[in-house]
């Protein structure tokens, strides 16, 4: 007999996607860590003095609106948004592609995930073609390219709090982001966290995924 459909059970909400990296950064760390990791006292929570932690706060408050704060990332510019300022006067911005840089970033991210190429191999290959991937100095480093391929600003969206002070992820639920995306991607959330990983079997499907798209990266 059919169940009414007033009876049937109601499926659950699907998970954020934070909550699921929340879940693998956990098991990395867990991987990684053979002795349980020390607290961190997160940027949202600040410091000891109440000047600090109102600051931290007010700053939070700013990402989650999706306002850039910081010196935009390699392959974005700032844009002045017209009619909102800070308390202080001061126009507010927020993050738009770079035509130049922006599809380094993406082939990046392509090499890493898709290609599957390491980190000192990616940076050979921008060095070895300055004209086509400016660097953002002098030259490319392993640690700018290592930088590129953890900044979840390249999903879309802000972010706040998301490292420690060795450039590990935080967990999960301590990050700040913007309540929605803010500016526009350059590369989508599957093939960020494929990077952070690229095992054959994540390539190969991604390689299907994105082939298939009307625009692709060059290799």
Same mark, same amino acid.
């Given at each position: 007999?059919?169940?009414?459909?007033?009876? *049937?059970?109601?499926?659950?909400?699907?998970?954020? $996607?934070?909550?699921?990296?929340? /879940?693998?950064?956990?098991?990395?760390?867990?991987?990684? /860590?053979?002795?349980?990791?020390?607290?961190?006292?997160? @940027?949202?929570? !600040?410091?000891?003095?109440?000047?600090?932690?109102?600051?931290?706060?007010?700053?939070?408050?700013?990402? #989650? &609106? !999706?306002?850039?704060?910081? =010196?935009?990332?390699?392959?974005?510019?700032?844009?002045?948004?017209?009619?909102? *300022?800070?308390?202080?006067?001061?126009?507010?911005?927020?993050?738009?592609?770079?035509?130049?840089?922006?599809?380094?970033?993406?082939?990046?991210?392509?090499? #890493?995930?898709?290609?599957?190429?390491?980190?000192? =191999?990616?940076?050979?290959?921008?060095?070895? +073609?300055? %004209?086509?991937?400016?660097?953002?100095?002098?030259?490319?480093?392993? %640690?700018?390219?290592?930088?590129?391929?953890? +900044?979840?600003?390249?999903?879309?969206? =802000?972010?706040? +709090?998301?490292?420690?002070?060795?450039? *590990?992820?935080?967990?999960?639920?301590? $990050?700040?982001?913007?309540? =929605?995306? @803010?500016?526009?991607?350059?590369?989508?959330?599957?093939?960020?966290? @494929?990077? &952070?990983?690229?095992?054959?079997?994540? *390539?190969?499907?991604?390689?299907?995924?994105?082939?298939?798209?009307?625009?692709?990266?060059?290799?």
């Amino acid at each position: 007999m059919p169940i009414p459909r007033t009876a *049937r059970p109601l499926r659950p909400a699907p998970r954020p $996607w934070w909550h699921r990296v929340r /879940d693998w950064l956990a098991a990395r760390r867990h991987a990684t /860590d053979p002795e349980p990791a020390s607290h961190h006292t997160t @940027a949202v929570e !600040g410091g000891e003095h109440p000047v600090t932690r109102r600051a931290h706060e007010a700053t939070a408050a700013l990402i #989650r &609106q !999706g306002w850039n704060l910081h =010196q935009p990332p390699y392959g974005y510019l700032t844009m002045t948004v017209s009619g909102s *300022r800070s308390a202080s006067g001061r126009p507010r911005t927020r993050l738009t592609p770079d035509p130049r840089r922006a599809p380094v970033v993406q082939n990046i991210f392509y090499w #890493r995930a898709v290609t599957g190429l390491d980190i000192e =191999q990616i940076t050979v290959r921008l060095n070895n +073609n300055p %004209d086509c991937y400016p660097p953002p100095g002098s030259s490319w480093q392993p %640690d700018t390219v290592a930088g590129v391929l953890t +900044n979840l600003k390249y999903t879309g969206y =802000q972010t706040f +709090n998301t490292h420690d002070e060795d450039g *590990r992820f935080r967990p999960a639920d301590e $990050w700040v982001l913007s309540a =929605q995306p @803010a500016h526009r991607a350059l590369v989508t959330t599957a093939l960020f966290w @494929a990077a &952070q990983n690229p095992t054959t079997d994540t *390539r190969r499907a991604l390689r299907h995924r994105l082939l298939a798209q009307p625009r692709h990266l060059a290799s």
